[in-house]
């Protein structure tokens, strides 16, 4: 089962927004500004560039820049979690060999999206790659977005098979999912929350903490949940989720990232819009944003 100490990159993982400027292109110093800001905020990791970040429309070498400004930024003080995950394994492969020397301190490897691979297809492609490479790597599990679930069973293999397959982001809604990952993984290997809103849940079930898209906003907030489910305060827990729940619900009313993206700028924290083919937030969905925000206590 995961580990009874503290997992090794930590409980509050904020999957970090890409800034873009009025163009829409890189923002790398607003990228520099944010990762700090999130960083004083309380996150215990980011991950760079995840489906929060716009991976789909940052393409390679703006990947890299990404990562390097971060890296540059906050290394070294927490870890810098870079999603290097495809869905062609050999692309995935070359890139996260390239992208390990850049000074990251682990890799995000989503489920291949639209192929739609068997479990064993699954095992093999995740294998692949983290036997590629030498840094701990963090599986993403997200059937909304890549049409196919992997099983517990594939999980479990790869956890006990590969050593540097060291965590999960579930994000399948599956609880029991979740404990038959929780119950049969071996130590050290941790399972994350992958829904803001289900992070309570996973916790109880033996989930170690979440990687979060709320982070970006109320990072401060989404930690203290975390952290009383991790001391068995789970009352105090309680409390604490449902009165942030609103939000965490309210920024996945249209496709992540444009709500969170929208969040920031209310805070008085823009980081650009958001790349085609989303949309940015109406001006109708930004003011009931906005009256969520205040109700919860963020704005």
């Not at 579930?170 to 029991?176: I, K, P, Q, V, W």
Request: hydrophobic letters at 40%; proline letters at 6%.
């Amino acid at each position: 089962m995961s580990s009874a100490s503290e997992p090794r990159f930590g409980r509050m993982i904020t999957a970090m927004v890409t800034p873009f400027d009025k163009d829409r292109e890189l923002d790398l110093d607003r990228a520099r500004g944010l990762a700090r800001r999130l960083v004083e905020g309380g996150n215990d990791a980011l991950i760079i560039n995840g489906t929060t970040g716009e991976s789909p429309t940052v393409f390679y070498p703006q990947k890299m820049k990404l990562f390097e400004a971060v890296v540059d930024e906050v290394g070294g003080e927490i870890p810098v979690i870079a999603n290097v995950g495809d869905n062609c394994t050999a692309d995935t492969v070359d890139f996260a060999q390239d992208v390990q020397k850049l000074g990251v301190d682990g890799f995000m490897l989503v489920v291949p999206y639209y192929n739609k691979p068997p479990q064993e297809g699954l095992y093999q492609h995740f294998k692949t790659i983290a036997e590629s490479i030498d840094l701990p790597c963090i599986l993403y599990n997200i059937p909304g977005r890549c049409v196919i679930n992997m099983t517990a069973e594939t999980t479990l293999r790869l956890a006990h098979d590969v050593e540097n397959i060291v965590a999960i982001k579930e994000a399948s809604g599956n609880l029991d999912q979740v404990s038959a990952i929780v119950a049969g993984a071996p130590e050290g290997f941790d399972v994350y929350s992958g829904d803001d809103s289900l992070t309570y849940d996973v916790m109880k079930y033996g989930g170690v903490g979440v990687v979060s898209t709320i982070g970006n906003v109320a990072p401060g907030r989404m930690k203290e949940i975390v952290t009383l489910c991790a001391e068995g305060k789970f009352d105090e827990a309680k409390k604490a989720h449902d009165a942030l729940l609103p939000l965490m619900d309210e920024l996945f009313v249209t496709s992540n990232p444009i709500m969170v993206k929208e969040a920031l700028a209310l805070t008085g924290y823009p980081v650009g819009g958001v790349r085609l083919p989303l949309i940015d937030a109406t001006p109708e969905q930004s003011e009931h944003l906005a009256q969520v925000m205040r109700e919860v206590g963020v704005l």
